[in-house]
T-cell receptor, first 113, second 113 residues
Framework: NAGVTQTPKFRVLKTGQSMTLLCAQD?????MYWYRQDPGMGLRLIHY?????TTAKGEVPDGYNVSRLKKQNFLLGLESAAPSQTSVYFC????WGTGNTIYFGEGSWLTVV | AQSVTQLGSHVSVSEGALVLLRCNYS??????LFWYVQYPNQGLQLLLK??????LVKGINGFEAEFKKSETSFHLTKPSAHMSDAAEYFC???????????FGTGTSLTVIP
């Protein structure tokens, strides 16, 4: 089972460039999430989606946009990358409802120079 | 709002010694609590979760956690540490709607031979 797949795994961007991170899940999960992980700060929620066509802001949404055009995909966009967005990005998904496990992808390492 | 606090960003134990990783939660209602493990350069994997069925929860790789409502704690333990347990451990709580997960800042476990 593929589970949650993220692409690309590594990327180096110049300040001001744009890019999109793609997340795909094959578990038919309703909920999908994008987190960033920084040393000493744990995981912080950027945006999430509770279903196809819906998105919502998390703790740190500034500088990012997302789209969920298909149930299995959740895209994270950086319109104008900044060095502060250098981080490891994790996509995750879960079934709707309470108490469900959240499943993570392998991560995408992004460096903005 | 729900939140979790992990006490101790770094914990070192000798191989064969008891592992104790601390997590306290803040929630106005009975929470759903999780422990995840992250090995280097990988995503997060579920160790165990508490969903009110039993206060002592057993997980994978010999780990277990006890939910103590009076102490608002959900500490993770393992009787005997193994070298392969060296990793980052995250405590998390889900929102009552189940559509957001809040993670602690993580505890890095080092196992000394």
């Amino acid at each position: 089972n593929a589970g949650v797949t993220q692409t690309p795994k590594f990327r180096v961007l110049k300040t001001g460039q744009s890019m999109t991170l793609l997340c795909a899940q094959d578990m038919n999960h309703e909920y999908m999430y994008w987190y960033r992980q920084d040393p000493g700060m744990g995981l912080r929620l950027i945006h999430y989606s509770v279903g196809e066509g819906t998105t919502a802001k998390g703790e740190v949404p500034d500088g990012y946009n997302v789209s969920r055009l298909k149930k299995q995909n959740f895209l994270l966009g950086l319109e104008s990358a900044a060095p502060s967005q250098t981080s490891v990005y994790f996509c995750a998904s879960s079934y709707w409802g309470t108490g469900n496990t959240i499943y993570f992808g392998e991560g995408s390492w992004l460096t903005v120079v | 709002a729900q939140s979790v606090t992990q006490l101790g960003s770094h914990v070192s134990v000798s191989e064969g010694a008891l592992v104790l990783l601390r997590c306290n939660y803040s929630s106005s209602v009975p929470p759903y609590l999780f422990w995840y493990v992250q090995y280097p350069n990988q995503g997060l994997q579920l160790l165990l979760k508490y969903t009110s069925a039993a206060t002592l929860v057993k997980g994978i790789n010999g780990f277990e956690a006890e939910f103590k409502k009076s102490e608002t704690s959900f500490h993770l333990t393992k009787p005997s540490a193994h070298m392969s347990d060296a990793a980052e451990y995250f405590c998390a709580v889900s929102s009552m709607a189940g559509n957001q997960f809040y993670f602690g800042t993580g505890t890095s476990l080092t196992v000394i031979p």
